[in-house]
Nanobody
Framework: QVRMVESGGGSVQDGGSLRLSCVAS????????MGWFRQVPGKEREGVAG????????YYADSVKGRFTISRDNNKKTLYLQMNSLKPEDTAMYYC??????????????WGQGTQVTVSS
């Protein structure tokens, strides 16, 4: 059974930092590209960052380039998102997912509970 467990969210001030983690299980983790997504109530889920199976190719949404860093540890089956210089507009629920390696779209409908990030001005 595919499962994702996100953690690391919290409440920070404008300009602060957080590091999110996502532990995956139930599938061969290192065979899949992985991505982070975020969602605000009333809006569609949007892709934030993605990383290739071995970590060599990385994608970032324009809104987070230069501030967020995605990484993965295949031995620990864990995906990370280091978020620096956080802005109030980064406030959202953050999720991780397996993604296609060409278009960074989520594969299937396997979502964890997410982790809430709140940035106050």
């Amino acid at each position: 059974q595919v499962r994702m467990v996100e953690s690391g969210g919290g409440s920070v001030q404008d300009g602060g930092s957080l590091r999110l983690s996502c532990v995956a299980s139930g599938y061969f983790y290192s065979s899949y590209c992985m991505g982070w997504f975020r969602q605000v109530p009333g809006k569609e889920r949007e892709g934030v960052a993605g990383v290739f199976t071995g970590g060599s190719v990385i994608y970032y949404a324009d809104s987070v380039k230069g501030r967020f860093t995605i990484s993965r540890d295949n031995n620990k089956k864990t995906l990370y998102l280091q978020m620096n210089s956080l802005k109030p507009e980064d406030t959202a629920m953050y999720y991780c997912a397996r993604v296609t390696c060409d278009s960074w779209l989520p594969i299937g409908n396997y979502w964890g509970q997410g982790t809430q990030v709140t940035v106050s001005s």
